[in-house]
């Protein structure tokens, strides 16, 4: 769970974080790389020694298993097969209307960019994406650690293009929406950045 919620870690930071020795952290860190789940990398941060740090690999990654992913591969292959690709984007369009409004519904009292980020963090988290958010200088990020339908969006992208849609339609108004990590193309992990919108001047014809 700390390489999956963490970038890349040291020996030190996971015992720390496991409340256990180093010692017990590299025997679990060796079983783990000849597993093939967790790989070393090194870390080179101003003068002194290189870091060697821990992270997981796409193995590793592939212990958090998607939800009800085959049944929704096939899902989304039958409804190709049957209806065609305009099947399939009407489908995405439908899901992505209907999930607007659910969040719409559980962030009205949010009123707030760092509200509703906060808030967007914790219905996705609820939905299994892990999520969390961080200011960013005066930006703000929400963070994905997991993503529970990238089976469906490996086979699928224009899920990954309406969510994006979505976050910016929830953020009108309040913030830029840009997507800086994509899971699906070789990020660790999926990363939003909202940048606040300045009001207008009075006066002023922006």
Known sequence: MCLKTHPSCSTASLAEALGTTTEAVRQQIAKLVEQGLVEGVVARTGVGRPKQLWQLTAAGHGRFPDTHAQLTVQLIQSVGEVFGQDGVAQ???HRGVRQLAEYRERMASATSLPQRVARLAQIRTEQGYMAWAERDG???????????????????QRLCMSELQ?????????????????LLREGRRCVYRMQPIKPSKPGSNA
């Open 138 to 156: 005066a930006d703000f990020l929400l963070i994905e650690d997991h993503c529970p339908i990238c089976a469906a969006a490996t086979l699928c």
């Open 166 to 182: 979505q976050f910016q339609a929830l953020m009108h108004g309040l913030a830029q929406v840009s997507r800086e990590e994509h």
């Open 91 to 93: 489908m995405v369009e």
